[in-house]
């Protein structure tokens, strides 16, 4: 190590060459990392916050919310039995809303709730919703961007609803839409105003999310027709375009990973490779394999590690200049595994090559002409 640090000071300008290229990289990687989460947020946000267990839909729904319609009053029968300690009606719709106030209409995620209910999002702002104010609404945070705020009245298009606003959560969209949280009743009266549009259901709803350390799925799925449980992620993945959209952003970084491993791993062998002279000098004095691959590794380990957390600053630094809007989500938790990442791929490339210095003879070395 105190051979390797002391060459690093020596030789500041190429070091520090060799280490800009490894942030540049880890920059990279750390950015799309953020892109890719945050799109992959603004998708399936609400779907990722609702703390449940299990959710139920309509059979062959495949989990997808376009396609599920099921009858809400199995959340009243299933709640105290079957392992479930709670469970929640959630519908969804998307409509258009204005307010008097705001700058123009917007598309939102208009998501049907019972207040009180686990699946009910915690405000930063304002109060939660309740129950006997069936009119009141919690809304995403980015509305506020467009001119919506407490106490404003919001209008959904194409009907005769005006909600109120009581509250502002955070961090709530759902398929690439700020979520508007109202009471289920207010959202069925909306959902299924056509006549017929409800199939003879009582009290529909798109899904019923259920909270319980121990439920037995197949005992609810028996004891009532056309009905399908499936797991959180599943549920999550059955997003429409989520799947699809998920797949292809970690497909991208996969890719990414394994080239930036190559340039990586290529870049410190040509690195290595150019000082066999040095390493033939130092084995003629008598420095063992095990001491020069040590020293190689360790140089590699430094100067990777000081790279990745400047490509971290840079990163975050970054992510300060983004325009508001843009979907840039960055978990603390994924970039320390990405720049876990990093680092073993970098001290792995210095292994590889660190091998062949064994194969070095010191006299051909130390008369070789470069």
Do not use: C
Not at 79 to 95: I, L, N, P, R, Y
């Amino acid at each position: 190590m105190f051979l390797a640090i002391k060459e690093m000071k020596h030789a500041k300008k190429r070091f520090m060459m060799i280490g800009a290229i490894i942030m540049l990289i880890a920059w990279l990687v750390f950015i799309l990392s953020g892109l890719g989460n945050g799109l992959s947020s603004l998708a399936a946000a609400t779907m990722k916050n609702i703390d449940g267990d299990l959710f139920i839909y309509e059979e062959g729904s495949a989990a997808t919310m376009m396609k599920t319609k099921v009858t809400g009053t199995i959340a009243d029968d299933v709640e105290g039995q079957f392992g479930v300690k709670e469970a929640a009606k959630f519908g969804q719709s998307t409509v258009i809303v204005k307010s008097p106030d705001a700058k123009e209409k917007v598309d939102v995620a208009f998501l049907g709730i019972e207040p009180g209910k686990f699946i009910e999002p915690k405000v930063v702002a304002g109060k939660q919703m309740a129950a006997e104010d069936k009119m009141g609404v919690i809304i995403d945070e980015t509305l506020q961007e467009k001119g919506y705020e407490i106490g404003d009245t919001i209008e959904v298009t194409s009907s005769s609803i005006e909600l109120t606003v009581v509250g502002i959560t955070k961090g709530e969209t759902f398929n690439h839409l700020p979520s508007v949280f109202v009471n289920v009743d207010v959202w069925q009266s909306y959902a299924f105003a056509a006549p017929g549009s409800d199939n003879g259901l009582e009290s529909p709803v798109a899904m019923v999310a259920l909270q319980g350390a121990n439920i037995d799925a197949d005992k609810i799925e028996n004891n009532y027709d056309e009905i399908e449980t499936f797991t959180k992620s599943e549920a999550v993945m059955g997003m429409p375009g989520y799947k699809e959209e998920s797949g292809t952003i970690y497909m991208m970084l996969a890719f990414l990973f394994i080239i930036s491993a190559v340039i990586i791993a290529v870049f410190f062998y040509v690195f290595i490779l150019q000082k066999t002279q040095q390493f033939g000098v130092m084995k003629a004095i008598g420095a063992s394999n095990s001491f020069i691959k040590k020293s190689i590794i360790s140089q590699v380990f430094v100067l990777s590690l000081i790279s990745i957390i400047a490509g971290i600053v840079l990163t975050y630094l970054t992510a300060l200049v983004f325009p508001e809007g843009m979907p840039f989500n960055l978990d603390f938790k994924m970039v320390l595994l990405y720049a876990l990442v990093l680092l073993i791929v970098s001290v792995l490339g210095s292994v590889i090559s660190a091998r062949q210095v064994t194969k070095i003879d010191p006299l051909t070395a130390i008369g070789r002409v470069e």
